[in-house]
């Protein structure tokens, strides 16, 4: 059955320093998402991406953090300048379409954990 | 602020009985999905629900939505200690969802 797939599925970092958080969504889907879980709290949405461009992304989700999807397979999300308090776990998620009365669910990777010291 | 809240947040029960976790949201949303979260894994999605009056169940987990009370239930019957793990619900008006707080959930012998 297709997953999505994320990695690495750890990374530690310094404070200040660049991350990427690689996604592989599953291959016919169309609508992609990154969460934040913050340890024993709520799933966080920051940002979705549809036809290659950025649909919706919250507060959370500033200058600081970019998507892109390079290759058609990848979807990556980036930490330009990493803080404490981005300690977390970041998932992808995809999701085939979107369209009103549909049951399309969202399929969630297995997360990166994110430790910045 | 778009609200999406879970009652209880946590929830210890004996195995065998019955119990029902509430999510209230704030906002009009055709859908609304449950999810399950073993500790320290991924989210899996368990219900998707898309119109008022809703109903779906899956062995032990029932899930409904009033689409106007902006009310949905997860309904356990007969628990069992497989069950325990945090149960999500997420509305989805817009492109993005927005997860309710999260019920943990034990089910002990």
């Known amino acids: 059955e297709p997953e999505v797939t994320q990695t690495p599925s750890h990374q530690v970092t310094q404070m200040g320093q660049e991350v990427i958080l690689r996604c592989v969504p599953i291959?016919?889907?169309?609508?992609f998402y990154w969460y934040r879980q913050i340890l024993g709290q709520k799933v966080e949405f920051l940002v979705s991406f549809y036809n290659n461009e950025i649909s919706e992304k919250s507060e959370i989700f500033d200058d600081q953090f970019s998507v892109e999807r390079p290759d058609g397979s990848n979807f990556t999300l980036k930490i330009r300048s990493t803080k404490l308090e981005d300690s977390a776990m970041y998932f992808c998620a995809s999701r085939k379409r979107a369209g009103r009365g549909t049951a399309d669910t969202q399929y969630f990777g297995p997360g990166t954990r994110l430790t910045v010291l | 602020e778009l609200k999406v809240e879970q009652n209880p947040l946590f929830l210890s029960m004996q195995e065998g009985k019955n119990y029902t976790i509430y999510c209230n949201y704030s906002?009009?949303?055709?859908?609304l999905y449950w999810y399950r979260q073993d500790p320290g894994k991924s989210l899996e999605s368990l219900f998707v629900?898309?119109?008022?009056?809703a109903v779906k169940q899956e062995g032990r987990l029932m899930a409904s939505l009033d689409t106007k009370a902006r009310l949905s239930t997860l309904h356990i019957t007969a628990a069992v200690h497989d069950l325990s793990a945090t149960y999500f619900c997420?509305?989805?008006?817009?492109?993005?969802?927005?997860f309710g707080t999260g019920t943990s959930l034990t089910v002990i012998p």
């Open positions: 629900l898309l119109s008022n009056g």
């Open positions: 997420a509305v989805h008006p817009s492109n993005q969802f927005y």
């Open positions: 291959s016919n889907h169309l609508y």
């Open positions: 906002t009009t949303s055709d859908r």
